[in-house]
């Protein structure tokens, strides 16, 4: 099925009704849905590089000349996208116990778990939460292919031409 580019945005930016979210999860993705996602993507944010992966909201894979960097919406550089962009967040690490997220009783053992959040250094959006156990090392989510990278950037520039 096709979707229109209105219908994706209002996906994107939870407009829709469930039983059309669901339908829309539930039937085979239309071959141009990522290039919609990308243009809605490319439309809100302030600068000029080209968006070639959205990560998380707010937060993008972008080519910046030859490099591949990961990138906030308001345009704060965590640099390559090799590397993993949680290392220049800032973090706030939270007990589970404080009762900010979970009612007291049902919290989980601070020596057990503890709850990493992760901002942007230049917005101050959330971007990501962790439950880990107390000292894990920050989880690297997703390691792009570089090559299907720089493939996807040549099939965009394509498209611009």
Request: proline share 7%; aromatic share 10%; net charge negative.
């Amino acid at each position: 099925m096709h979707y229109t580019k209105d219908t994706i945005r209002n996906l994107l930016d939870r407009k829709l009704p469930w039983e059309m979210v669901k339908n829309i999860m539930s039937s085979p993705k239309d071959e141009d849905r990522l290039r919609l996602v990308r243009e809605i993507e490319q439309e809100r944010v302030p600068w000029k590089e080209r968006i070639l992966l959205a990560l998380a909201e707010h937060l993008y894979i972008v080519k910046k000349g030859s490099a591949l960097i990961v990138k906030c919406g308001c345009g704060f550089e965590f640099g390559d996208c090799s590397l993993n962009w949680k290392l220049e967040a800032l973090v706030y690490e939270r007990n589970p116990q404080d009762g900010e997220i979970y009612v007291p009783r049902r919290a989980c053992d601070p020596e057990w778990m503890v709850l990493r959040e992760f901002y942007c250094p230049g917005c101050q959006a959330q971007l990501e939460v962790e439950a880990v156990p107390p000292g894990y090392p920050f989880v690297f989510d997703f390691r792009p292919d570089p090559e299907a990278l720089q493939q996807l950037a040549e099939e965009n520039k394509d498209a611009e031409s």
